[in-house]
């Protein structure tokens, strides 16, 4: 989306990103964004919660109109309803699950590699 | 530039480390590479806020899913400011699926917040569709065909400004 946020901006239609993967976003270098620290999937607010999600929408019409220069970051206010539990979920490695994720990758592969064929034999067909 | 005031906050979660790490464990060997640049393009304001047509982009898919029979998940595709759908579809994105649900659409395509802003006179209005751009890890495809795909679209939407919200 970060690429996509530069060709519009780059068309002449300022642009400001609302996102939560604020490392991700910074690393492509965007010229507008408000950085919502919340578990992946609702940038635009905690579900249901019509006054934060409000206050978000609000605060990237504003960043269109107080950012002077690219790589404006600008961090809400609004803070995850349930605590900070979820920053070490997503894509959680630990000792336990070590194994079952190497079986993981190897299943993938595997399917992966089933796929190819198929496709090549489809082809050849 | 940093518009930010406040101290003490949590450092967010470094998303590529974490990927990373993760796709290490599932037995990968190449890291994938996120897009990087130097350069930033930077257009200001051309007019007044109030007077402001805003397009909305999201990475989400149309309703449905491949169970009902929606072959075009991931192809840039449109859909009304009015009359939302109220799910889109999310499932095979790469979110926090153990944490959070996208059960309500407002939690990433913030149609109605917009709308709002409209009614107060903040922004002139909403253009008549919202955008989507799947997300399919190719920044080849996005550079060459996606993005230039969705400025066509803003610039026949008339769109003035872009609030672009990735999942």
Avoid at chain 1, 6 to 33: F, N, W
Avoid at chain 1, 46 to 72: C, G, H, W
Avoid at chain 2, 69 to 89: C, I, M, Q, Y
């Amino acid at each position: 989306m970060s690429l996509v946020a530069r060709a519009i901006e780059e068309a002449g239609i300022p642009t400001v990103i609302i996102g939560s993967g604020k490392d991700i976003v910074e690393h492509c270098g965007v010229p507008r964004l408000v950085f919502t620290d919340f578990p992946l999937g609702n940038p635009a607010g905690p579900p249901y919660d019509r006054t934060s999600q409000a206050a978000i929408a609000a605060q990237a019409i504003d960043l269109l109109e107080t950012a002077t220069e690219p790589r404006t970051t600008v961090n809400s206010p609004v803070l995850w309803p349930e605590g900070e539990g979820w920053r070490h979920v997503y894509n959680y490695i630990g000792p336990e699950n070590r194994d079952a994720l190497r079986a993981e990758g190897e299943e993938r592969r595997a399917r992966q590699q089933r796929d190819r064929q198929g496709l090549a034999a489809a082809e050849a067909d | 530039m940093d518009l930010n005031t406040e101290v003490g906050r949590t450092d967010p979660v470094g998303y590529m480390e974490r990927t990373r790490r993760y796709y290490r464990a599932l037995g990968y060997n190449n890291d994938y590479k996120w897009s990087h640049y130097v350069d930033v393009p930077f257009t200001p304001l051309k007019k007044p806020l109030a007077e402001s047509k805003v397009v909305i982009v999201t990475t989400s898919s149309p309703p449905g899913g491949p169970k009902d029979g929606n072959r075009k998940l991931k192809e840039v595709w449109s859909g009304p400011t009015t009359n939302t759908p109220a799910d889109l579809h999310t499932e095979y994105l790469a979110w926090d699926k153990e944490t959070t649900h996208m059960r309500d659409r407002e939690s990433y395509l913030p149609v109605q917040a917009l709308h709002a802003l409209a009614a107060e006179g903040r922004i002139g209005g909403l253009t008549e569709r919202f955008h989507g751009v799947p997300t399919t890890y190719s920044q080849k495809q996005t550079l060459e065909q996606e993005a230039p795909h969705i400025v066509r679209l803003c610039q026949e939407d008339q769109a003035d400004v872009a609030v672009l919200v990735p999942i």
